[in-house]
């Protein structure tokens, strides 16, 4: 079987991964600017070296309740396709890992019902870790997002 990379991240006091074949860049945060019309989870735009890159709210997309306890916070950037490039806010980077297993469309059932499962793809499986693996393809929702 063929090993993955992954990026694991916190999203208040729960672990979640993105397979790095997904992943440009981890940037700190930069200043946001809010679009009106938008739908609740989409945080804003921001200027990363000329580009303007939407900045999504996994928290408010996947029905995690906010925590104020963590300030720091990572964006994380993400192109999935070919010209789309967006990004998503994390409280903690945990670290880029070789997966032993990652297991698509597998979810545990200890999986709680307050979370919007319909995100995830399946978890990778890190020692004796495991990380719940986001679909970041699913992220924009009805958000088109698109470069020519």
């Given at each position: ?25 981890i940037s700190e945060p930069?200043p946001v600017f809010p ?52 990004s998503c806010e994390v ?58």
């Amino acid at each position: 079987m063929e090993k993955k990379k992954i990026i694991a991240f916190r999203l208040s006091q729960k672990e979640f991964s993105f397979l790095m074949e997904s992943v440009l860049e981890i940037s700190e945060p930069k200043p946001v600017f809010p679009v009106p019309l938008s739908p609740s989870y989409l945080k804003g735009v921001f200027n990363l070296r000329g580009n303007i890159i939407p900045l999504f709210n996994l928290k408010k997309r996947m029905g995690i309740e906010e925590n104020e306890e963590n300030k720091d916070k990572f964006f994380i950037i993400l192109s999935p396709e070919p010209k789309r490039i967006y990004s998503c806010e994390v409280d903690m980077i945990l670290g880029v890992f070789d997966c032993e297993e990652v297991k698509i469309g597998e979810l545990p059932d200890t999986l709680k019902k307050d979370l919007d499962k319909s995100l995830l793809s399946g978890q990778a499986i890190v020692g004796k870790k495991r990380y719940l693996i986001i679909d970041p393809r699913k992220i924009p929702g009805e958000v088109q997002v698109q470069f020519r």
